[in-house]
């Protein structure tokens, strides 16, 4: 296993992805305990504002490194379940989609990993992906900017969010079985 270089650890792009997990403490606190919740949709637009820098700063400066690739994702997923845990308190379908995005993480997770032993990873996000993430952070972040809305308006934005996991798992699972069929030519 490759050894990570100071330089790599500390690059301003990763620094940036320990500040958004550090966040995350934070804006739970702020949502949950205090009950600010403009304050805490606050800090979480900070999270997501050096979420869009450091891979700005990553590719112009060419500080793309291997951490930043795993360590970018985990951010995401990790705030993703903190917004939505903290939603939950308030918005009892939330639970419906923390249980999906528990399904859907595990599997992308299980599968990386298998592919990860046979030296194979996907190369990037998916168009799907990213637009999952994109739906899922927008739709959560408005739940924190809006807490007054009709809980119609809130379940019908939790069941689109889940309508686009459920999409972007489903266009996964396809791009998964065509990497196990390479996989197992390239094997024989």
């Known amino acids: ?9 500390f690059s301003i792009p990763n620094l940036m992805g320990y500040f958004r997990i550090l966040l995350i403490p934070v804006f739970c606190y702020v949502y949950a305990a205090k009950e600010n919740y403009l304050l805490a949709a606050g800090i979480v637009l900070l999270s997501s504002l050096t ?3 450091d ?8 500080m793309v490194t291997e951490l930043g690739k795993v360590l970018d994702p985990i951010a995401d997923k990790l705030t993703h379940a903190a917004l939505a845990i903290c939603l939950a308190i308030r918005y009892p379908l939330m639970w419906a989609l923390i249980g999906l995005m528990a399904i ?4 992308m997770g299980i599968m ?3 592919f990860l032993k046979k030296g194979k990873m996907l190369d990037g996000a998916m168009w799907f992906g990213k637009v999952c993430t994109a739906v ?16 119609s308006l809130v379940n019908g934005l939790i069941l689109l969010m ?4 459920v999409f972007a798992l489903l266009m996964y699972i396809p791009v998964f079985n065509h990497m196990r069929k ?3 030519q390239e094997e024989k």
């Open 1 to 9: 296993m490759k050894r990570l270089k100071a330089k790599e650890i």
């Open 51 to 53: 979420d869009l820098f």
């Open 55 to 62: 891979g700005l700063v990553a590719r112009k400066f060419d």
């Open 104 to 107: 859907k993480e595990g599997y």
């Open 112 to 114: 990386g990993l298998l």
């Open 136 to 151: 899922l952070f927008v739709g959560l972040l408005l739940l924190f900017v809006f807490p007054h809305l009709s809980p």
């Open 162 to 165: 889940m309508a686009v996991m």
């Open 182 to 184: 390479e996989t197992g």
